[in-house]
Structure formats: C-alpha cells, structure tokens
C-alpha cells in the first residue's frame, strides 16, 4: 500500500464546510447555509448552537416513525429559502452548473469532496492525445462527474438506475452548455456484464456504488456481495493503455486496505496508484472524512 492520502477539495468559491460535530454539519452551497445529520461527526462543534441557528437557511429533521426509512426526513425552511438553486465550479476552459435540491434523504443533487476527483478526471482526459475518449460512469447520481468528464473532450456514458436522476443530470449537462452525454437508465451491473459481452472498451471508469441499492426492475445492490465481481468487469472493460480508474465507496467501516486488495487482484498491471479519504476542511482548519477513494491509470 503507497500510504493514505487526504484529498481535501480545491477552492471552490460556491462551497464551504463553515463547521461540523454531534452529527451535523454545517455547509454554504452558493448564497444558501444547509444543515444536515453527518453520522462521521463525532466530535463537539467548534461553534455554538446560536451560531448554527444564526447562519442556517434550511435544516434537516429526520422523521421519528418506525415505519419509515431512518434516513427520511423534512427540511425546515427560512423565509426566502428556495428549493432549488444553482452553484457552479469552474474547470480550466469551462464552468460546469449544477442544480441543488432538498430532498427527503438529506442530499442536495452534489457530493463537494469529489471536487478534487473532477479536477483528476479532468487534467487526466485533457492529457490523452487521442481523438475518441469513451469515459463510464457507474451509479452516476447528478452527474457531475459526467459532465466534466465531457467539458474535457470524454464521449460519456452515464448510468444510473433511477430516471429522476438521470433527468436532473441532463438539466445540468444543458445549463452546463454541454451536450452529448448518452444517458442509459439501468442496474449499473447488468449493463456492465452486457457491455462485457458486446466486447465494449473504455479508456476511463468512474464508479460510486452504494452500500445498498435497487435497479429499476428490482435488481438488489449489495456492495461487499458484489464490488469484487464488478471490478473484474471493469477490468475487461478499461483499455490496456490512456486508461484511469476511479473508485468511490461510502460505505461506513469499509477499508481502503480492502478496496485496494480487490482493485489489485484485477489490475496487477496500474501505475500511478492512490489511495485515500475523502474529505472537507472547515473553517477551523478540522477535517471531516467523507469516504475513500481509490484511483490509478495505465
């Protein structure tokens, strides 16, 4: 193992982590302060509660019945707070928009700390001097991998299984004033396995899987049943040469070490290998872990 990295986001003017601790955090997307449950936050906050209560447009309240989805919840809203609104990041050459939501499971329609994995993504494709550069993105939520994977020259394909999903991102491709991305709405594992058969190559894999999911035909995702059969997928699939690989995974308690062996045992062949937490440093300087990541090229 080359040792553990921690990726902190580059400056991003439309986002900041203001503070974090007992389970909550405290984020500015654009004009707008969101409060949310972060489960990684154990520690006391570095600022008082007036000042959370201060500075929040919206706040998270997840829903107390036993019948639901512990996860589900209601946002309380500030007068003028909408419910929708636009942030950007800007790339090199371009400026990539995103639309943010609030939904009932406390995510806004962006992850910020893959902020620096864009930036990889990015500087990566820019640097293959080829004229096609097939780029799939698996479990590709909102698509912000996708679309700058695209503003850099990448023929994208963008899987995710639920078409609401697929529909905001093709509202942020067209803000983005992008356009091309072929959207496929399926279970990133059987598209995968269909791709392998058709003999299908790709000179980049971005992969998110989740710790549980369904397919839209009911296809059940379990990653620690099933993350070891999909590398060995997208090992068939990821060209020999001008190839990267980028794994995700926020899974709480599952290792790197792990991730790394799986990644290994299918590519014994990578360079550039790195491994890490993903993270964002608040105002105190403090660091709050995310996820990990794993990604090399070859």
Known sequence: MNGIKILKPANWVDYELIDSGNGEKLERFGKYVLRRPEPQALWGRSMPESEWIKFAHATFRREKSQNKDQDKGIWELKPGMPEQWYIQYSLENTVIKLRLGLTS????????????????????????????????????????????????????????????????????????????????????????????????????????????????????????????????????????????LILNLYSMGFSAIIAENIIRSHFPDIRDFECGELCVQERSQRLLPLGIFMRFKR
């Open 105 to 244: 499971f406390k995510h806004v329609g962006v992850f910020p700390e893959q902020a620096e994995n864009w930036d990889y993504i990015y500087r990566t494709i820019s640097c293959f001097q080829q004229e096609s550069v097939p780029v799939l993105n698996l479990f590709a939520y909102t698509g912000g991998a996708s679309l700058v994977a695209k503003a850099a020259g990448a023929d994208v394909v963008h899987v995710d299984s639920v078409k609401q999903v697929i529909n905001w991102s093709a509202g942020n491709m067209e803000a983005s004033n992008l356009n091309g991305i072929r959207w496929v709405v399926e279970d990133a594992m059987k598209f995968i396995r269909r791709e392998v058969k058709r003999g299908k190559v790709y000179n980049g894999i971005i992969l998110d899987p989740p710790a549980y999911g369904r397919g839209p035909d009911g296809e059940k995702w379990i990653l620690e049943d099933q993350i070891d059969e999909m590398i060995g997928l997208c090992s068939k699939l990821l060209e020999k040469n001008n190839a990267f």
